[in-house]
């Protein structure tokens, strides 16, 4: 969790720049306001604007001088791009992506370059450019996964309200909730006193760039299912405040960002298991360790699919070191699913001991690792090394990974 707070240092703010805006101050007047979060998009307060609810902030809208021709030109270029990296832009990170990478991206020519912008993006995050999977980008998609499956109604859970605060800033350290039958929070002006809702109050000791002790209320409003965050007055104040002296102080929304692009080699990432790598790369068909794998699928965006791979090994495959032998008992995985044309997208080693209370088709969190991954076909090879024999076995498979709306469905 420590990595996402810190990155939210500088991108997290976004998530409240809304509550800033000028027209909030004149729109609401009373003790609790409804508050949409325009500028990360699909904000779903109650006041009324003629901005589409769905619409992101154009391109340009960081920058000065623009006129109406070059922010239409910016807005067809969001229309335009494919599928895919539409929604990679507007769904997977827009809560972290800067205004200044959102411009670069959309004045991309062609998939590849957008595919090379995509694998950077992650690259600056990485808080170990060398580990073979990024930390960030894991805490990342399993924040929207999580936010999926516990906040989604009517809405993916990632757009809700609770979903933006929590993949943003990660869990709160104290949730205070009241169901309908309790006390209900104060009403709206012009809707009815005699209704009661269900709340949530969200206490964070510490948020970047906004302060200690930060409370945020979510209430379900008449005729939702989905909760929607409302700030007093006093605390719009504190986080217009806030905000202003970091944007002031550099530590605001894109500071401390730039949009690096490597020419040539980019720095890899390296794999530890390079005899295993061999295997993988040489395809070489061995079965001295037998294992299963299976892969499990969870929702997150309509760009990415998050995928866990799951390696189950029983111990009677693995052999303990004899007396004339100096290495440790357990074994070493490499995993490398890669695209049919041959394109690494993921790569993931593990390695661990034997276990004494192994239990056949238990989990064992070090023997598994998750991607996010486009739909489509791919290729998963595994190589499992007993490290007191020597011997490994392989596996060549191919899977697809389904589309959003098919999980949804549950098909």
């Not at 494919?82 to 832009?89: D, K, M, V």
């Not at 409370?215 to 409003?221: A, G, K, R």
């Not at 040539?264 to 005899?275: A, L, N």
Request: charged share 30%; with cysteine; hydrophobic share 35%.
């Amino acid at each position: 969790m420590e990595i996402k707070r810190k990155a939210c240092t500088v991108y997290g703010v976004i998530l409240f720049c809304g509550l800033v805006s000028p027209r909030f101050a004149t729109a609401q007047h009373s003790k609790s306001v409804v508050v949409e979060m325009r500028s990360i998009g699909t904000g779903q307060g109650g006041t009324q604007s003629s901005t589409p609810k769905n619409e992101l902030p154009l391109c340009s809208d960081a920058q000065s001088g623009k006129n109406a021709e070059e922010h239409e030109r910016e807005r067809e270029a969001r229309e335009g791009l494919p599928a895919n990296y539409r929604s990679w832009l507007t769904e997977d990170v827009v809560y972290i992506i800067t205004p200044g990478e959102r411009c670069v991206f959309l004045r991309l020519a062609s998939d590849e370059e957008r595919d090379q912008f995509i694998d950077q993006f992650w690259r600056r995050r990485d808080p170990d450019p060398h580990s073979l999977e990024n930390a960030f980008k894991q805490e990342h998609y399993r924040r929207i996964v999580w936010a999926n499956e516990k906040y989604g109604a009517k809405i993916p859970g990632w757009k809700a309200d609770r979903g933006r605060i929590y993949i943003c800033y990660g869990p709160p350290d104290e949730i205070e909730s009241h169901p309908i039958d309790q006390a209900s929070w104060k009403p709206l002006v012009g809707e009815p006193s005699d209704v009661k809702y269900s709340w949530e109050k969200w206490h964070y000791r510490y948020l970047a760039d906004v302060g200690e002790s930060v409370d945020i209320d979510f209430v379900e409003p008449l005729g939702s299912v989905d909760y929607e965050v409302r700030l007093t007055p006093e605390d719009e104040d504190r986080w217009a405040h806030n905000l202003a002296r970091a944007r002031q102080s550099g530590t605001g929304p894109g500071a401390g960002r730039q949009s690096v692009s490597y020419i040539g080699i980019e720095p890899s990432p390296v794999v530890k298991y390079k005899d295993l790598e061999a295997v993988v790369t040489a395809r070489i068909i061995r079965d001295q360790v037998h294992f299963h794998q299976r892969i499990e699928y969870a929702r997150a965006t309509h760009a990415s699919t998050v995928a866990k791979i799951l390696v189950d090994i029983s111990d009677d495959q693995l052999n303990p070191p004899t007396k004339e032998q100096n290495s440790a008992s357990g074994y070493e995985i490499l995993g490398r699913i890669a695209k049919p044309f041959g394109r690494i997208v993921f790569d993931f080693e593990r390695s661990g001991e034997m276990d004494a209370k192994n239990v056949p088709g238990q989990r064992h969190s070090v023997r598994e690792a998750t991607a996010a991954l486009e739909p489509g076909p791919y290729e998963l090879a595994i190589v499992v090394k007993d490290i007191a024999s020597g011997k490994v076995g392989v596996t060549h498979t191919t899977f697809e990974v389904p589309r959003f709306e098919e999980l949804a469905t549950g098909n």
